[in-house]
């Protein structure tokens, strides 16, 4: 199976490359504005392939791909250009989408298309929703219902953050967005609604995000009553600045936050000396136990900080390995939800030294 890695020398792109280099099913090519060869991957071959670019859908149709693995971010301001060409040229897509609207609209957008095509367009194949939905699929086990959802990105701070990382975090600074609490949509502002958290990580102070599971997770468990989404930044005077922005342009004061991307990236690189050595992430859910009490469920991960960036390529490459595989997949356009179980990820876990916990208790 020919697959072009969009992105293929950026931060997701380049471990999605190396991570698919050695596999016998799949004949691999790294795409993107430039050539350069991808660290690890030297041998893997490179096209020139700007998304941007007029002739883009031409040109993608002339490499004849089987799976186009999308990984040009940020999404938040794209559209769905990108899953369209492949799409047209005879592919199936995958992308590492983060952006809620690009995520939740992605099936209304697509799935005629896809069908059409008799091909399998995915979105979000990436921590959040493919490993989120999951964990939270494995939690929901011998419950009855579902009264609350409460997801913790806690990411290492020595873990290469990538300029259009921090430009999809930026866009949504200080920013509403809508949030499901206490079983209906209120309004949360980006990077505000600071809380203290307490992760297997250490004690971090975490801020509201905007992304899609705020979204798709109501829909997928209609009746749970509260869905919320925080990041914990390892340095608390980080998440003040970020703080300190968003209030700046909640009040309305109009700042260039995605331009200063690479100008604060630096900055915060400056923290990376005296940084700890792990990043986490924690899933909570509430419930009504089968038969007996609510109770409280929380999964716990634990990431070597360096390696924590491979978390979100682990649902695209699991997926593409899968295809290469043979296996039959129905065609359509769909978020990363129901396609993979908390199991198919634990071999990948086990590579990485990522460990991972669950414990219980009386709600």
């Known amino acids: ?17 190396r991570g698919l280099q050695h596999d016998s099913n799949i004949e691999l090519l790294s795409a993107g504005r430039s050539t350069r060869a991808v660290p690890g991957a030297a041998r893997v071959p490179r096209v020139c ?39 047209g040229a005879g592919s199936h897509y995958l992308d590492l989408a983060d952006g809620r609207d690009f995520v939740t609209e ?38 009855s219902n579902i009264e609350s959802i409460d997801l913790v990105i806690a990411p290492g701070q020595r873990a290469i953050r990538g300029t ?11 920013k509403p967005f809508p949030v499901w609490h206490g079983g209906r949509w209120v309004k949360a502002w980006g990077w505000m609604d600071l809380r203290r958290v307490n992760l297997d990580v250490g004690k971090r102070l975490a801020a509201a995000c905007e992304v899609p599971d705020l979204a798709l997770l109501p829909a997928q468990f209609p009746e749970v009553r509260s869905v919320r989404f925080h990041a914990a930044l390892e340095f608390t005077v980080q998440h003040l600045v970020l703080w300190c922005l968003a209030a700046i342009r909640r009040a309305g004061v109009a700042i260039p936050v995605g331009r200063w991307a ?72 769909f978020a990363c939800m129901g396609l993979l179980t908390l199991a198919d990820f634990e071999p990948q876990f086990t590579r990485w030294r990522i460990t991972t916990r669950t414990e219980e208790t009386a709600a």
Not at 123 to 140: D, F, M
Request: hydrophobic share 50%.
């Open 1 to 17: 199976m020919r697959v072009i890695v969009l992105g293929g020398a950026g931060n997701f792109g380049g471990r999605i490359v």
């Open 49 to 87: 392939l700007d998304i941007a670019a007029a002739d883009f859908e031409a040109r993608l149709r002339a490499l004849s791909p089987d799976l186009i693995i999308h990984c040009v971010g940020p999404f938040q301001e794209q559209d769905y250009r990108v899953a369209r060409a492949a799409l």
């Open 106 to 143: 992605f099936a209304n957008k697509l799935l005629e298309t896809a069908i059409a095509a008799n091909r399998l367009a995915v979105t979000g194949a990436s921590t959040l929703p493919a490993l989120s939905s999951a964990v939270v699929q494995e939690l929901r086990k011998g419950l």
């Open 164 to 174: 259009a990382t921090l430009e999809s975090v930026f866009s949504y600074l200080g």
């Open 262 to 333: 690479q100008w604060l990236d630096r900055r915060a690189a400056a923290f990376d000396p005296i940084a700890g050595d792990r990043g986490g992430m924690a899933v909570t859910i509430t419930g009504k136990a089968i038969g007996g009490g609510r109770v409280r469920r929380t999964w716990q991960l634990v990431a070597p900080a360096a390696d924590g960036p491979e978390i979100p390529c682990m649902a695209a490459i699991l997926l593409t390995r899968r295809l290469a595989a043979g296996s039959s997949v129905a065609p359509g356009a």
